[in-house]
């Protein structure tokens, strides 16, 4: 099989299988989904889904955020991952919000990693959720997956893996590969013990090939 029927194959089966994947961090704007976003990093979107109501509810804006002081908003974030680390990176990423970008979400990669908080990867779902552009945000769902049916060769880095994902989803679908990736991850293709009983594309994956012959 070749790496563009591998691509095609998987398409295929993410169309059909799953649609309307998408985020499921829940959020109503892009201020709220750059905060959910920061938050997630290394912890699940469940926890930060149930940290962020009363975080929205109290600072809705860039604006109310930007006045908050670590003391007042650490005791809504605590029961996140480096809830200190990450308590600063919210007030100052409200800060130059306000300051640089007038209160709004930009919407361009290289904008976006100058915020506080924020890396290549949080810039990449930010602009593909938010604005569907092209971008692949490669976390250890999309690094691990793409790695094990054969969508990535030899990348050793997130990055390197990213590139591959992107020369190889059509540009109009790269958007949607990001969730097909994360959620197959997450509940089929998971990091120990994956469900390849359950795995609609084990018949084209690497991994699963691999298991048959060292099984024999």
């Known amino acids: 099989m070749t790496k563009k029927e591998r691509y095609q194959f998987v398409i295929d089966y993410f169309l059909q299988h799953a649609p309307d994947a998408e985020t499921e961090l829940i959020y109503d704007n892009p201020f709220q989904l750059l905060v959910s976003v920061i938050l997630s990093a290394q912890c699940t979107d469940k926890r930060v889904n149930l940290t962020t109501p009363l975080i929205f509810e109290k600072y809705p804006t860039a604006a109310a955020l930007s006045k908050v002081s670590f003391e007042e908003l650490f005791p809504l974030v605590k029961s996140i991952s480096y809830p200190n680390n990450k308590t600063k990176h919210l007030i100052a990423m409200a800060n130059m919000l306000m300051q640089k970008f007038n209160g709004k979400v930009p919407m361009t990669v290289d904008e976006l990693i100058e915020l506080p908080g924020v890396g290549r990867k949080t810039a990449n779902v930010i602009t593909s959720v938010i604005d569907q552009q092209p971008n692949m945000a490669v976390d250890t769902h999309v690094f691990r997956v793409s790695a094990r049916i054969g969508l990535t060769t030899n990348a050793t880095t997130p990055l390197a893996a990213e590139k591959q994902l992107i020369k190889n989803f059509p540009a109009h679908y790269v958007y949607k590969a990001h969730h097909w990736l994360i959620l197959h991850g997450r509940y089929v293709?998971?990091?120990?013990?994956?469900?390849?009983?359950?795995?609609?594309?084990?018949?084209?994956?690497?991994?699963?090939?691999?298991?048959?012959k060292a099984d024999i």
């Open 189 to 212: 293709c998971t990091a120990r013990n994956p469900k390849c009983n359950i795995c609609g594309i084990k018949s084209i994956c690497k991994f699963v090939a691999i298991k048959k």
